[in-house]
């Protein structure tokens, strides 16, 4: 982002500190819309910023976040006991494990560090390897076997 006017005029002071704010503008106003209406659901049954009073449980909400986005990712729009969108619920349980984080109430009963991260990489690169490779045989991991995976090899024999 420039600092310099688009006419070469001098820059207001305000803009230039403006500027060097948190670009909030930047978010999207549907999401933004859709998380408010599931923090307002929220706020009925549960009250409003209850995690601020009692520290909330970090995996609670990450299950209920997978829980929305594997809904939304298998067809469904809209929560069945809210109407509202799913997305919009995933996006108010990250925003409470944020804000919880944030303000200390937050029980991060996370699990030791695991492997996923290397094993994202290293089957973000087998598929790279394998792209323009003839499809063999059933594969379970990429429904069709991929020659040089191991994956495949195991499924196939």
């Known amino acids: 982002m420039s600092e310099s006017p688009k ?16 670009p909030l503008h930047l978010l999207p106003t549907a999401g933004l819309i859709h998380e408010a209406m599931a923090m307002r659901n929220g706020a009925v049954k549960y009250g409003p910023f ?5 520290k909330v ?7 209920a976040c997978q ?4 809904a939304w990712l298998d067809g469904e729009e809209n929560a069945a006991d809210s109407g509202l969108h799913h997305l919009g619920h ?3 349980c990250l925003g409470i494990i944020l804000d919880a984080e944030a ?22 690169n087998i598929i790279t390897e394998m792209e323009g490779k003839p ?15 191991e ?7």
């Open 103 to 124: 303000t200390d109430s937050l029980d991060d009963d996370r699990p030791p560090a695991g492997a996923a991260q290397r094993l994202l990489d290293k089957y973000s």
């Open 7 to 22: 006419d070469n005029r001098e820059m207001n002071p305000k803009d230039r500190i403006g500027l060097k704010k948190v």
């Open 57 to 63: 449980i970090a995996t609670v909400y990450i299950a």
């Open 50 to 54: 209850n995690w601020r009073e009692k």
């Open 151 to 157: 994956l495949c090899v195991k499924a196939t024999g």
């Open 135 to 149: 499809l063999e045989v059933n594969c379970p991991y990429h429904m069709n076997a991929v020659a040089g995976c």
């Open 67 to 70: 829980r929305h986005l594997l």
């Open 90 to 92: 995933a996006k108010a």
